[in-house]
């Protein structure tokens, strides 16, 4: 198991930028494919990023690709996504997890095992 701490969230306005940061413990994160999701108010959570073990193959949602960058920092146990031309409709809470599926990368919730305890961004307009 890998216990998973994000930060970065907050408010901003629509058009600016975040980043968001992961920060995995527990076990060596390299061995993880890692993923952002999202979950608005009163919806499922949904796929945002995905990104692989090495960090050469990333996926995206359709609705943040060329707007949102998933990396990680295999060193420094930390993935990190790059949010900008932020939208309202961006607006959720945005949860990282780990996967030891033996896929590439993941988009599917269900190949998840681990979920950090999220964090909040707003996106005002």
């Known amino acids: 198991q890998v216990r998973l701490v994000e930060s970065g969230g907050g408010l901003v306005q629509a058009g600016g930028s975040l980043r968001l940061s992961c920060a995995a413990s527990?076990?060596?994160?390299?061995?993880?494919?890692m993923g952002w999701f999202r979950q608005a108010p009163g919806k499922e959570r949904g796929f945002v990023a995905t990104?692989?073990?090495?960090?050469?193959?990333?996926d995206y949602a359709d609705s943040v690709k060329g707007r949102f960058t998933i990396s990680r920092d295999n060193a420094k146990n930390t993935v990190y996504l790059q949010m900008n031309s932020l939208k309202p409709e961006d607006t959720a809470v945005y949860y990282c997890?780990?996967?030891?599926?033996?896929?590439?990368?993941?988009?599917?919730?269900?190949?998840?095992?681990?979920w950090g305890q999220g964090t909040q961004v707003t996106v005002s307009s």
């Open positions: 997890a780990a996967a030891s599926t033996s896929t590439v990368v993941a988009s599917t919730y269900s190949n998840y095992d681990d």
């Open positions: 527990g076990r060596t994160s390299s061995n993880y494919i």
């Open positions: 990104i692989s073990r090495s960090g050469g193959i990333t």
